[in-house]
T-cell receptor, first 117, second 114 residues
Framework: SAVISQKPSRDICQRGTSLTIQCQVDSQVTMMFWYRQQPGQSLTLIAT?????????ESGFVIDKFPISRPNLTFSTLTVSNMSPEDSSIYLCSVAATGTIAKNIQYFGAGTRLSVL | AQSVTQLGSHVSVSEGALVLLRCNYSSSVPPYLFWYVQYPNQGLQLLLKYTSAATLVKGINGFEAEFKKSETSFHLTKPSAHMSDAAEYFCAVEAGAGSYQLTFGKGTKLSVIP
């Protein structure tokens, strides 16, 4: 299994500012994902971030609002730009497991709890 | 397109009683199905997965789920609830084998009453 560290674990931010969330994995992985979990809601995929290519965004999410970097096989960042109270959510990163036995499994970080005032 | 419906946003059971968390899915392709558990202030942890092998899937912590194609269901069960099972449970479907794109249900919060 993969161990995923997310920073910060929580933050309170002012409207109009930006926050960058870091995701560090203890092993090299090709596929990383960013999800949003709004209060009382399920997880929604924001984008897929594969090393060496541009992130692929899901419908309703755009690069200008959620720019993603993936500089190497163990690290990624998600920035929430020009924040509004509607961006208050838990943001989680996940990685796709490799290997035959662990195929199709995603491992998740503990999430970043963001509150926007 | 895929979708997941979890019946009951909140389920309460007594310690030692049967746990049954319901999940129905829709998928345009043969689905891969998953149950994840989220403990407070933690990330999601995989309980079990169905990927077209045996229809009865056993997972960690005594949980199991049965894939029923005719009912488009993948309900999660555990014969005897433990206090440590109190958490939120998410059912998810993968958008095509190997895509890794998961669609999650809204979650069911399980409370265990001593």
């Amino acid at each position: 299994s993969a161990v995923i560290s997310q920073k910060p674990s929580r933050d309170i931010c002012q409207r109009g500012t930006s926050l960058t969330i870091q995701c560090q994995v203890d092993s090299q992985v090709t596929m990383m994902f960013w999800y949003r979990q709004q209060p009382g809601q399920s997880l929604t995929l924001i984008a897929t971030a594969n090393q060496g290519s541009e992130a692929t965004y899901e419908s309703g999410f755009v690069i200008d609002k959620f720019p993603i970097s993936r500089p190497n096989l163990t690290f990624s960042t998600l920035t929430v730009s020009n924040m509004s109270p509607e961006d208050s959510s838990i943001y989680l990163c996940s990685v796709a497991a490799t290997g035959t036995i662990a195929k199709n499994i995603q491992y998740f970080g503990a999430g970043t709890r963001l509150s926007v005032l | 397109a895929q979708s997941v419906t979890q019946l009951g946003s909140h389920v309460s059971v007594s310690e030692g009683a049967l746990v049954l968390l319901r999940c129905n899915y829709s998928s345009s392709v043969p689905p891969y199905l998953f149950w994840y558990v989220q403990y407070p202030n933690q990330g999601l942890q995989l309980l079990l997965k169905y990927t077209s092998a045996a229809t009865l899937v056993k997972g960690i912590n005594g949980f199991e789920a049965e894939f029923k194609k005719s009912e488009t269901s993948f309900h999660l069960t555990k014969p005897s609830a433990h206090m440590s099972d109190a958490a939120e449970y998410f059912c998810a479907v993968e958008a095509g084998a190997g895509s890794y794109q998961l669609t999650f249900g809204k979650g069911t919060k399980l409370s265990v009453i001593p």
